[in-house]
């Protein structure tokens, strides 16, 4: 599936792990899409159709939709969440992953190649208690990865990918690399490198590729980043 003749769209494309899923797709000969927030607020379904429509316009069709779009990671106490923090969780991570892939659908069945792939996070399978709505959000878009799988099969494959410690802030590379069982961090493109596989994996699709350096088995990876 890496021929120029073929399309992509990466929500959240901006950001430092869609920027490195942009840039090594275009590397491997996709002409690509890579929307940000200046492209629309995806927790509108009407956003999400609306982005589809323009890059379908842009590109000429559309091979590869990539749900790298998320917000509401912010740390807050059970007690202190208010709906809005709710709202911004649910709204680009769930909610848009669901009305772009909505949305993509008939192109992607189109496509001989039709993939999606959800961005999901190691959070969507452990509790972390100062991050509920970002954790319930990337539950909520992991069990959307079998839903699609489910319905658009057999024409389009659908898997996500979980990241870990792949996107560190500066200052906190230390103490995460010690939650994993490699005893290191990763980089934006170790997802991008995933990203890459599951385009060739032809007879892969429900399922979630983990990329955490062991964090999701490593007793000291049990508790939430700060």
């Not at 091979?63 to 202190?80: I, M, Q, R, T, W």
């Not at 959070?123 to 839903?147: D, I």
């Not at 007879?203 to 700060?226: H, I, K, M």
């Amino acid at each position: 599936m890496t021929d120029s003749s073929l399309t992509a769209l990466v929500t959240g494309g901006t950001g430092r792990l869609g920027s490195a899923v942009a840039a090594r797709l275009e590397r491997e000969g996709f002409r690509v899409k890579a929307a940000g927030s200046r492209d629309g607020d995806l927790s509108s379904a009407a956003a999400a159709r609306a982005l589809v429509e323009q890059t379908v316009e842009e590109l000429g069709g559309l091979d590869l939709l990539v749900n790298g779009a998320s917000a509401g990671f912010e740390p807050k106490h059970v007690e202190e969440v208010t709906e809005e923090d709710w709202d911004t969780a649910l709204g680009a991570t769930a909610k848009g992953s669901f009305f772009v892939t909505q949305a993509a659908a008939p192109y992607l069945r189109r496509s001989r190649n039709g993939l999606v792939l959800m961005i999901e996070d190691v959070a969507a399978y452990q509790a972390w208690p100062s991050f509920g709505p970002h954790s319930a959000a990337k539950a909520a878009q992991a069990m959307l990865t079998r839903v699609f799988a489910r319905a658009l099969a057999p024409e389009v494959r659908v898997c996500g990918i979980a990241p870990g410690p792949v996107a560190v802030e500066p200052g906190q590379e230390e103490r995460r690399a010690a939650e994993t069982l490699l005893g290191r961090i990763g980089s934006p493109d170790d997802v991008a490198e995933a990203v890459l596989y599951l385009t060739r994996a032809r007879f892969v699709t429900g399922t979630t590729l983990v990329v955490d350096g062991g964090r999701l088995l490593a007793r000291r990876g049990q508790s939430a980043p700060p």
